[in-house]
């Protein structure tokens, strides 16, 4: 069992404290550019990696800093063939927002069929290692490199480095406008910058808000203002007490035990997220960033449902499918990957609470919805209806107008950013054909669309799958899916309609 040394027993395991290791020149042996690329997505896995170019030839910008003192613990198992040992390292304060990365290790044999740790179809998941101490002489024969520059994917247009949207449109000014728009008793437009603006053409792609569930969204959120009488109630009565660092750190771990993951992923903490988790490539590792200013205990596990059960497990399964590189996807004629991704993901993100209401994948299809016909402000207003915390309704209409410049334009072609109602539009989908879908082999095959499984479920390879724990028991994921629809008030014959 994995387990945190004595602060005493630390000091006897340090690696070379004269040279601390931060998580920047960690690695998961045996994972291939191509993988990370297919996980993550290439415009993403590329960034990272130029990013990680700039910082070699500009050591003075890196943001991984030394730090002081670096608490490591080096663990192995009984000899296992091709199994390779890394290590477990959890950072101490002092080295900026790198201070808050964790990376949890155990055994994994990564290699170019993936098979590692999890829980297959039909199979129980296999027991983990108890890991061993041993002495720093012995961890010379660790090699930790750094995933090698120079294997970029060259697959025609995606070889070209470009940032993820994500990234582009969120603002380089969001503080100072947040002072000013506060100042001005919430009556001023924020004018926001960018450091890598993206093209009208891309915003106005990404810019469509839709109506179609906005009724189902409404009342979504008046049913919670009914039961609980204000969202801050809602939220501290499902959600409970935010948790300390500490507690995170210990409810990952665990989650990641459940999983059969644990050694798979960095996870970082931090309060600069508009998000409440993201699932990303950092440094060429899979990455996993938490806002700990939203982690409270209830909702924790499912986020990691959400981020690790659903998006990362997908990512690693697609991997290996012949649909794994856009050119697959192209030649199969496959649908996108959303709403279903992110519908999966947000009904695990309830799933099992003992009130599954669906707030926020509704809030944010609303906010997006009246974002493409108001101003920020009177966008900022509107939300009281159903918000009352400034600093909570300032989130939410950020997330729904990032990208624009001038955010007193409603009526401008790109008024909003409307991935947000991807959320509710994705769950409502899956809810409506719950009963026709086999989740389990929604997982295994990757990054695809509920409406494309039956076709390609004889094409899939199905070695080393990963399906998580939650979804072991279809007869308890299928009881879920019906308290989702009993809570929420929705109905077959409503979806039907809709659908």
Same mark, same amino acid.
């Given at each position: 069992?994995?387990?945190?040394?004595?602060?005493?027993?630390?000091?006897?395991?340090?690696?070379?404290?004269?040279?601390?290791?931060?998580?920047?020149?960690?690695?998961?042996?045996?994972?291939?550019?191509?993988?990370?690329?297919?996980?993550?997505?290439?415009?993403?896995?590329?960034?990272?990696?130029?990013?990680?170019?700039?910082e070699h030839q500009s050591p003075i910008h890196s943001p991984y800093r030394r730090p002081k003192r670096t608490q490591c613990l080096v663990s192995t198992v009984s000899r296992h063939p091709g199994v390779t040992p890394v290590v477990l390292i959890r950072p101490r304060e002092g080295y900026g927002d790198s201070s808050r990365s964790q990376i949890f290790t155990s055994c994994t044999k990564l290699g170019n069929n993936i098979a590692v740790?999890?829980?297959?179809?039909?199979?129980?998941?296999?027991?983990?290692?108890?890991?061993?101490?041993?002495?720093?002489?012995?961890?010379?024969?660790?090699?930790?490199?750094?995933?090698?520059?120079?294997?970029?994917?060259?697959?025609?247009?995606?070889?070209?480095?470009?940032?993820?949207?994500?990234?582009?449109?969120?603002?380089?000014?969001?503080?100072?406008?947040?002072?000013?728009?506060?100042?001005?008793?919430?009556?001023?437009?924020?004018?926001?910058?960018?450091?890598?603006?993206?093209?009208?053409?891309?915003?106005?792609?990404?810019?469509?808000?839709?109506?179609?569930?906005?009724?189902?969204?409404?009342?979504?959120?008046?049913?919670?203002?009914?039961?609980?009488?204000?969202?801050?109630?809602?939220?501290?009565?499902?959600?409970?007490?935010?948790?300390?660092?500490?507690?995170?750190?210990?409810?990952?771990?665990?989650?990641?035990?459940?999983?059969?993951?644990?050694?798979?992923?960095?996870?970082?903490?931090?309060?600069?997220?508009?998000?409440?988790?993201?699932?990303?490539?950092?440094?060429?590792?899979?990455?996993?960033?938490?806002?700990?200013?939203?982690?409270?205990?209830?909702?924790?596990?499912?986020?990691?449902?959400?981020?690790?059960?659903?998006?990362?497990?997908?990512?690693?399964?697609?991997?290996?499918?012949?649909?794994?590189?856009?050119?697959? $996807?192209?030649?199969?004629? @496959?649908?996108?990957?959303?709403?279903?991704? =992110?519908? &999966?993901?947000? /009904?695990?993100? #309830?799933?099992?609470?003992?009130?599954?209401?669906?707030?926020?994948?509704?809030?944010?299809?609303?906010?997006?919805?009246?974002?493409?016909?108001?101003?920020?402000?009177?966008?900022?207003?509107?939300?009281?209806?159903?918000?009352?915390?400034?600093?909570?309704?300032?989130?939410?209409?950020?997330?729904?107008?990032?990208?624009?410049?001038?955010?007193?334009?409603?009526?401008?072609?790109?008024?909003?950013?409307?991935?947000?109602?991807?959320?509710?539009?994705?769950?409502?989908?899956?809810?409506?054909?719950?009963?026709?879908?086999?989740?389990?082999?929604?997982?295994?095959?990757?990054?695809?669309?509920?409406?494309?499984?039956?076709?390609?479920?004889?094409?899939?390879?199905?070695?080393?799958? $990963?399906?998580?724990?939650? @979804?072991?028991?279809?007869?308890?994921?299928? =009881?879920? &899916?019906?308290? /989702?629809?009993? #809570?929420?008030?929705?109905?077959?014959?409503?979806?039907?309609?809709?659908?």
């Amino acid at each position: 069992r994995l387990h945190w040394p004595e602060t005493e027993m630390a000091k006897k395991f340090v690696l070379s404290p004269e040279k601390p290791l931060s998580p920047s020149h960690l690695y998961l042996e045996g994972w291939s550019p191509g993988v990370l690329k297919d996980l993550f997505g290439t415009s993403s896995y590329n960034v990272i990696l130029q990013n990680e170019e700039d910082e070699h030839q500009s050591p003075i910008h890196s943001p991984y800093r030394r730090p002081k003192r670096t608490q490591c613990l080096v663990s192995t198992v009984s000899r296992h063939p091709g199994v390779t040992p890394v290590v477990l390292i959890r950072p101490r304060e002092g080295y900026g927002d790198s201070s808050r990365s964790q990376i949890f290790t155990s055994c994994t044999k990564l290699g170019n069929n993936i098979a590692v740790l999890g829980n297959p179809i039909g199979l129980t998941p296999r027991p983990i290692s108890r890991p061993k101490r041993i002495s720093q002489a012995s961890s010379s024969r660790f090699r930790l490199p750094l995933l090698a520059r120079g294997s970029t994917a060259r697959d025609g247009e995606n070889a070209v480095k470009k940032l993820c949207i994500l990234t582009a449109i969120k603002p380089s000014n969001v503080e100072s406008e947040k002072t000013r728009f506060f100042k001005s008793d919430f009556t001023y437009n924020p004018q926001f910058q960018y450091s890598n603006p993206v093209s009208l053409q891309v915003l106005e792609k990404h810019s469509n808000a839709s109506d179609r569930f906005l009724t189902q969204a409404v009342r979504i959120m008046e049913l919670a203002l009914q039961k609980y009488g204000s969202y801050e109630k809602f939220e501290q009565a499902t959600g409970g007490n935010l948790l300390t660092k500490s507690r995170i750190w210990s409810h990952v771990k665990k989650y990641m035990e459940k999983e059969g993951c644990v050694g798979e992923i960095v996870v970082h903490l931090t309060d600069d997220l508009l998000s409440r988790a993201s699932m990303t490539v950092v440094n060429g590792r899979p990455t996993l960033t938490i806002n700990i200013s939203t982690a409270r205990e209830q909702w924790l596990e499912g986020m990691l449902r959400h981020e690790i059960g659903t998006h990362y497990f997908r990512g690693i399964n697609n991997s290996q499918q012949p649909w794994s590189s856009g050119a697959g $996807r192209k030649k199969l004629g @496959l649908r996108p990957l959303n709403p279903t991704e =992110e519908g &999966l993901a947000s /009904i695990h993100s #309830v799933l099992f609470r003992r009130d599954p209401t669906l707030w926020r994948a509704a809030l944010l299809y609303y906010t997006v919805y009246q974002a493409s016909r108001m101003s920020f402000s009177k966008l900022f207003h509107d939300l009281g209806r159903f918000v009352h915390d400034p600093n909570t309704r300032w989130d939410y209409c950020v997330r729904a107008k990032r990208g624009q410049t001038d955010t007193s334009q409603p009526g401008s072609t790109v008024g909003c950013f409307s991935k947000d109602q991807v959320y509710l539009d994705g769950i409502l989908k899956i809810l409506r054909h719950r009963e026709k879908i086999n989740f389990q082999l929604l997982t295994a095959l990757g990054k695809v669309s509920y409406e494309d499984v039956e076709r390609l479920k004889g094409l899939g390879v199905m070695e080393h799958v $990963r399906i998580p724990h939650f @979804l072991q028991d279809q007869s308890r994921y299928s =009881e879920q &899916l019906q308290k /989702i629809m009993e #809570v929420n008030q929705l109905t077959d014959e409503e979806l039907r309609t809709l659908i």
